[in-house]
Structure formats: C-alpha cells, structure tokens
C-alpha cells in the first residue's frame, strides 16, 4: 500500500502558474507510472498527464506545451507545474500510480482558473 497526497491547488487568475505536489508515504520506485487526472464539476475524470519509470511523458493535448510532469525518486514525488492557466483548467486534480499490486489515488486538491 503506498498513500499519495496532492498539495499546490488553490484560485489562480487566467495565464497564471502553479505547481501541484504529490508526495508518497514510500517509494515510488515500484511504480509503473505516475500521474494526473482531473475532475470537472459534472464531468467525468479525465486524464492530464503521466511518467513512466523509464522517464516518457505523455500528455492530454489541450495542456501540452502549458503543462510538466517531473518525478523527484529519493523524495517519493511527482510534481505538475502548470502554466498559461485556462478557465477550463479548473478542476479537482488526484495524483495516481500504479504498480504490480494496484492503482492508488490521492484524494485530489482543488485548483480554480478566473477569468
């Protein structure tokens, strides 16, 4: 079992950044990949963004070029910097891994786009 938990989120203005943190109660070496869904109020969850251990990165496309994910290994984080914020990016963001054993969620911070 390994806990993730999600900080960073909070109300931002349009064009502006933030970077979300996820840390994990161990390490993250197990894992097969690590990254970040959202969730619009009464929208499904969606995928962002996802690193696998061997380092590839793969994107949703709206975000691309806007938005980073980067993994620190001895500090058991994942980090999103997101940048050139939109409206439309408002959202619960939940960090996720996944190992041989299961997928694990956090339980998501809050990150709200004005216009």
């Known amino acids: 079992q390994v806990q993730l938990v999600e900080s960073g989120g909070g109300p931002v203005q349009a064009g502006g950044s933030l970077r979300l943190t996820c840390v994990g109660s161990?390490?993250?070496?197990?894992?097969?990949?690590m990254g970040w869904y959202r969730q619009a109020p009464g929208k499904q969850r969606e995928f962002v963004a996802d690193?696998?251990?061997?380092?590839?990165?793969d994107y949703k496309d709206s975000v691309k070029g806007r938005f980073t994910i980067s993994m620190d290994s001895a500090k058991n984080t994942v980090y999103l910097q997101m940048n050139s914020l939109k409206p439309e990016d408002t959202a619960v963001y939940y960090c996720t891994g996944r190992n041989k054993e299961s997928d694990y969620w956090g339980q998501g911070t809050q990150v709200t786009v004005s216009s």
């Open positions: 161990r390490s993250l070496a197990p894992m097969y990949v």
């Open positions: 690193i696998t251990s061997g380092g590839t990165e």
